[in-house]
């Protein structure tokens, strides 16, 4: 079974940045897309930022880009979302998620992590 666990989190003033961990552990042969969403309060999920095997990017749209970057470390199973300049706005649960493939099948699974709560306040 694999599981993806984040971490990072937290109360943060307007301006502030925080840094998100999701580590993905269990029988896993390998991992292909690695992505994060959010989801504000009353809102659905969506996508924030997306990165490939290989270290390519997308992001949600101008309102991330240049302020959020995405990034991965394939040798811990471990992509990162570090957040600057944060607004009130990008209050939400952030969720990671991963295409991986367990080492017990020949299929991509889609895993999502728990959560972690982002708060931006004054």
């Known amino acids: 079974q694999v599981q993806l666990v984040e971490s990072g989190g937290g109360l943060v003033q307007p301006g502030g940045c925080l840094r998100l961990s999701c580590a993905a552990s269990g029988s896993i042969g390998s991992i292909n897309d690695m992505a994060w969403y959010g989801q504000a309060p009353g809102k659905s999920r969506e996508l924030v930022a997306r990165i490939t095997s290989g270290g390519s990017t997308n992001y949600k749209d101008y309102s991330v880009k240049g302020r959020f970057t995405i990034s991965r470390d394939n040798a811990k199973n471990t992509v990162y979302l570090e957040m600057n300049s944060l607004k009130p706005e990008d209050t939400a649960v952030y969720y990671c998620?991963?295409?991986?493939?367990?080492?017990?099948?020949?299929?991509?699974?889609?895993?999502w992590g728990q959560g972690t709560q982002v708060i931006v306040s004054s």
């Open positions: 998620t991963a295409l991986v493939m367990p080492m017990t099948r020949i299929t991509f699974l889609e895993v």
